[in-house]
Protein backbone atom coordinates (compact mmCIF):
# COMPACT_ATOMS: atom_id res chain seq x y z
CA UNK A 1 0.00 0.00 0.00
CA UNK A 2 1.40 3.19 -1.13
CA UNK A 3 -0.14 6.72 -0.60
CA UNK A 4 2.10 8.75 -2.83
CA UNK A 5 2.41 12.48 -2.73
CA UNK A 6 -0.08 13.26 0.16
CA UNK A 7 0.79 16.91 0.91
CA UNK A 8 2.27 17.76 4.38
CA UNK A 9 2.25 13.76 5.55
CA UNK A 10 5.90 14.43 6.64
CA UNK A 11 5.34 17.52 8.38
CA UNK A 12 1.86 15.56 10.07
CA UNK A 13 3.82 13.05 11.39
CA UNK A 14 6.90 14.86 12.16
CA UNK A 15 4.48 17.30 14.10
CA UNK A 16 2.48 14.45 15.61
CA UNK A 17 3.00 13.68 19.69
CA UNK A 18 2.08 9.86 18.54
CA UNK A 19 4.73 9.71 16.34
CA UNK A 20 8.26 9.38 17.99
CA UNK A 21 10.59 11.01 15.35
CA UNK A 22 14.12 9.58 16.54
CA UNK A 23 13.37 5.93 17.98
CA UNK A 24 17.02 4.62 18.09
CA UNK A 25 17.06 7.26 21.00
CA UNK A 26 14.85 4.86 22.73
CA UNK A 27 16.32 1.62 22.22
CA UNK A 28 15.70 0.00 25.96
CA UNK A 29 13.79 2.98 27.33
CA UNK A 30 10.33 2.39 25.45
CA UNK A 31 9.06 2.52 29.00
CA UNK A 32 10.31 6.08 30.09
CA UNK A 33 7.75 7.08 26.94
CA UNK A 34 4.75 4.69 27.97
CA UNK A 35 5.77 5.83 31.93
CA UNK A 36 5.04 2.30 32.78
CA UNK A 37 6.85 -1.13 32.70
CA UNK A 38 4.02 -2.50 30.91
CA UNK A 39 4.14 -5.40 27.94
CA UNK A 40 5.11 -4.04 24.30
CA UNK A 41 3.53 -4.97 21.57
CA UNK A 42 4.35 -4.20 17.89
CA UNK A 43 2.82 -4.33 14.92
CA UNK A 44 5.05 -3.82 11.72
CA UNK A 45 3.72 -2.79 8.46
CA UNK A 46 0.58 -1.21 10.34
CA UNK A 47 -0.87 0.50 7.15
CA UNK A 48 -3.65 2.86 8.61
CA UNK A 49 -3.63 1.52 11.96
CA UNK A 50 -6.88 0.11 12.78
CA UNK A 51 -5.87 -2.66 13.79
CA UNK A 52 -3.47 -1.82 16.38
CA UNK A 53 -5.96 1.45 16.79
CA UNK A 54 -8.37 -1.23 18.35
CA UNK A 55 -6.29 -2.83 20.13
CA UNK A 56 -5.15 0.17 22.13
CA UNK A 57 -8.35 0.97 23.14
CA UNK A 58 -9.14 -2.51 24.01
CA UNK A 59 -6.31 -3.05 26.54
CA UNK A 60 -4.54 -0.19 27.97
CA UNK A 61 -2.37 -2.37 30.69
CA UNK A 62 -0.59 -3.38 27.05
CA UNK A 63 1.48 -0.90 25.12
CA UNK A 64 1.83 -0.59 21.44
CA UNK A 65 4.01 0.40 18.81
CA UNK A 66 2.45 0.85 15.10
CA UNK A 67 5.38 1.09 12.47
CA UNK A 68 5.01 1.78 9.14
CA UNK A 69 7.28 2.49 6.12
CA UNK A 70 5.52 5.20 4.55
CA UNK A 71 4.09 8.73 6.11
CA UNK A 72 1.64 8.89 3.23
CA UNK A 73 -0.20 6.16 4.94
CA UNK A 74 1.03 6.42 8.30
CA UNK A 75 -0.90 9.95 8.10
CA UNK A 76 -4.49 7.89 8.08
CA UNK A 77 -3.69 6.22 11.01
CA UNK A 78 -2.91 9.26 12.92
CA UNK A 79 -5.82 10.54 12.03
CA UNK A 80 -7.71 7.73 13.84
CA UNK A 81 -6.31 9.19 17.69
CA UNK A 82 -6.22 12.73 16.71
CA UNK A 83 -9.20 12.85 18.41
CA UNK A 84 -8.85 10.47 20.85
CA UNK A 85 -4.91 10.12 21.70
CA UNK A 86 -4.32 6.39 23.68
CA UNK A 87 -1.56 6.95 25.78
CA UNK A 88 -0.62 3.64 25.36
CA UNK A 89 -0.28 3.92 21.43
CA UNK A 90 2.85 5.26 19.42
CA UNK A 91 3.81 5.03 15.96
CA UNK A 92 7.34 5.33 14.02
CA UNK A 93 7.73 5.98 10.33
CA UNK A 94 10.32 3.61 9.86
CA UNK A 95 11.76 0.67 7.74
CA UNK A 96 11.29 -2.39 9.66
CA UNK A 97 14.75 -3.44 8.71
CA UNK A 98 16.21 -1.34 11.58
CA UNK A 99 13.88 -2.63 14.05
CA UNK A 100 17.15 -4.12 16.46
CA UNK A 101 18.20 -0.45 16.01
CA UNK A 102 14.92 1.08 17.81
CA UNK A 103 14.42 -2.10 19.93
CA UNK A 104 16.69 -4.02 22.64
CA UNK A 105 16.79 -7.16 23.02
CA UNK A 106 14.17 -8.58 24.99
CA UNK A 107 12.46 -5.97 24.70
CA UNK A 108 9.33 -6.41 22.40
CA UNK A 109 6.79 -9.25 24.02
CA UNK A 110 4.93 -9.79 20.62
CA UNK A 111 5.10 -8.72 17.01
CA UNK A 112 2.01 -8.55 14.93
CA UNK A 113 2.38 -8.74 11.09
CA UNK A 114 -1.10 -8.40 9.19
CA UNK A 115 -1.33 -8.63 5.23
CA UNK A 116 2.40 -8.25 4.85
CA UNK A 117 3.64 -7.68 1.26
CA UNK A 118 3.77 -10.58 -0.67
CA UNK A 119 6.36 -9.87 -2.43
CA UNK A 120 5.68 -13.15 -5.08
CA UNK A 121 8.97 -13.13 -7.10
CA UNK A 122 11.48 -15.37 -6.21
CA UNK A 123 14.47 -13.01 -6.05
CA UNK A 124 11.96 -10.52 -3.62
CA UNK A 125 11.99 -13.87 -1.17
CA UNK A 126 14.18 -11.47 1.73
CA UNK A 127 11.42 -8.35 1.78
CA UNK A 128 8.49 -10.45 2.96
CA UNK A 129 8.31 -10.22 6.20
CA UNK A 130 8.63 -13.46 7.40
CA UNK A 131 11.55 -14.55 5.99
CA UNK A 132 14.52 -16.16 7.42
CA UNK A 133 16.22 -12.54 7.17
CA UNK A 134 13.62 -10.87 9.32
CA UNK A 135 12.93 -13.52 11.72
CA UNK A 136 16.89 -13.45 12.69
CA UNK A 137 15.67 -9.78 13.34
CA UNK A 138 12.75 -10.58 15.48
CA UNK A 139 14.58 -13.11 17.34
CA UNK A 140 16.81 -10.25 19.16
CA UNK A 141 14.17 -8.21 20.05
CA UNK A 142 11.50 -10.86 21.39
CA UNK A 143 11.42 -11.60 25.00
CA UNK A 144 11.66 -15.58 25.31
CA UNK A 145 7.97 -16.23 26.22
CA UNK A 146 7.08 -14.30 22.91
CA UNK A 147 5.57 -14.82 19.92
CA UNK A 148 4.85 -13.89 16.41
CA UNK A 149 1.27 -13.48 14.81
CA UNK A 150 1.00 -13.66 11.04
CA UNK A 151 -2.35 -12.89 9.20
CA UNK A 152 -2.98 -12.93 5.44
CA UNK A 153 -5.36 -13.91 2.41
CA UNK A 154 -2.77 -14.66 0.31
CA UNK A 155 -1.93 -18.53 0.03
CA UNK A 156 1.81 -18.38 -1.63
CA UNK A 157 3.40 -16.27 1.30
CA UNK A 158 1.44 -18.17 4.01
CA UNK A 159 2.71 -21.55 2.61
CA UNK A 160 5.88 -20.22 2.14
CA UNK A 161 5.69 -19.01 6.34
CA UNK A 162 4.58 -22.34 7.55
CA UNK A 163 8.09 -23.84 5.73
CA UNK A 164 10.56 -20.44 6.47
CA UNK A 165 9.41 -20.19 10.31
CA UNK A 166 10.04 -23.76 11.31
CA UNK A 167 13.45 -23.60 8.75
CA UNK A 168 14.54 -20.61 10.79
CA UNK A 169 14.25 -22.33 14.19
CA UNK A 170 11.46 -21.37 15.09
CA UNK A 171 7.84 -23.12 15.94
CA UNK A 172 3.96 -23.02 14.47
CA UNK A 173 2.03 -22.92 17.73
CA UNK A 174 -1.18 -22.36 15.69
CA UNK A 175 -2.44 -22.14 12.17
CA UNK A 176 -5.84 -22.07 10.32
CA UNK A 177 -6.93 -22.05 6.84
CA UNK A 178 -9.83 -20.31 7.45
CA UNK A 179 -9.96 -18.07 10.56
CA UNK A 180 -13.31 -16.55 10.30
CA UNK A 181 -14.55 -20.06 10.82
CA UNK A 182 -12.20 -21.27 13.44
CA UNK A 183 -13.89 -20.69 16.43
CA UNK A 184 -10.71 -20.80 19.15
CA UNK A 185 -8.41 -18.77 16.79
CA UNK A 186 -10.61 -16.18 15.58
CA UNK A 187 -11.71 -15.38 19.37
CA UNK A 188 -11.74 -11.86 20.01
CA UNK A 189 -9.96 -11.42 16.17
CA UNK A 190 -9.51 -7.61 15.44
CA UNK A 191 -9.72 -6.94 11.92
CA UNK A 192 -7.62 -5.00 9.94
CA UNK A 193 -8.67 -3.12 6.73
CA UNK A 194 -7.17 -5.20 4.35
CA UNK A 195 -8.63 -8.38 6.34
CA UNK A 196 -12.04 -6.07 5.86
CA UNK A 197 -11.33 -5.87 2.29
CA UNK A 198 -10.33 -9.81 1.42
CA UNK A 199 -12.43 -11.52 3.58
CA UNK A 200 -15.85 -9.41 1.88
CA UNK A 201 -14.28 -10.46 -1.46
CA UNK A 202 -14.78 -14.08 -0.47
CA UNK A 203 -11.36 -14.84 0.63
CA UNK A 204 -10.53 -17.25 3.18
CA UNK A 205 -7.91 -15.73 5.82
CA UNK A 206 -5.09 -17.75 7.12
CA UNK A 207 -3.04 -17.03 10.55
CA UNK A 208 -0.60 -18.73 12.01
CA UNK A 209 1.52 -18.08 15.64
CA UNK A 210 4.80 -18.59 16.10
CA UNK A 211 7.49 -18.73 18.91
CA UNK A 212 11.28 -19.85 20.03
CA UNK A 213 9.98 -22.40 21.81
CA UNK A 214 12.26 -25.74 21.10
CA UNK A 215 10.11 -28.91 20.71
CA UNK A 216 7.20 -29.12 18.74
CA UNK A 217 6.11 -27.23 15.74
CA UNK A 218 3.12 -28.23 14.15
CA UNK A 219 4.48 -27.44 10.83
N1 LIG B 1 -1.50 -4.26 8.06
C1 LIG B 1 -2.39 -3.44 7.26
C2 LIG B 1 -3.67 -4.17 6.99
O1 LIG B 1 -3.70 -5.40 7.20
O2 LIG B 1 -4.64 -3.53 6.60
C3 LIG B 1 -1.71 -2.98 5.95
C4 LIG B 1 -1.33 -4.07 4.99
S1 LIG B 1 -0.44 -3.44 3.57
C5 LIG B 1 -0.60 -4.69 2.40
C6 LIG B 1 1.26 -3.67 4.09
C7 LIG B 1 1.85 -2.45 4.77
O3 LIG B 1 3.13 -2.78 5.28
C8 LIG B 1 2.04 -1.26 3.84
O4 LIG B 1 1.45 -0.11 4.41
C9 LIG B 1 3.55 -1.13 3.71
O5 LIG B 1 3.97 0.19 3.51
C10 LIG B 1 4.03 -1.71 5.03
N2 LIG B 1 5.37 -2.30 4.97
C11 LIG B 1 5.79 -3.22 4.08
N3 LIG B 1 7.08 -3.53 4.29
C12 LIG B 1 7.48 -2.79 5.37
C13 LIG B 1 8.70 -2.66 6.06
N4 LIG B 1 9.78 -3.34 5.67
N5 LIG B 1 8.76 -1.82 7.10
C14 LIG B 1 7.67 -1.11 7.48
N6 LIG B 1 6.47 -1.18 6.85
C15 LIG B 1 6.37 -2.01 5.81
Redesign the pocket.
Given at each position: ??LRNIKGAKEAVAGSPCCIPMPQELKGLWHTVFLNEHPIHI?????????ITTLARENPQINYIG????ES?LIRALAKTTEQPLDNLKFIC????EICDVFAPNEVNRI??????PWPKDRHAK?R?TSGA?LALYGQILSPDGHIEF?TDNRGLFDFSLEEIPKAGWRIDAYTLDLHQDPSMNKGNIL??????FSAMGNPIFKLTASRAKTGSLV
Open positions: MREIGMGKGQFIERYVMDARYLNFSDRLFKTEYEEK
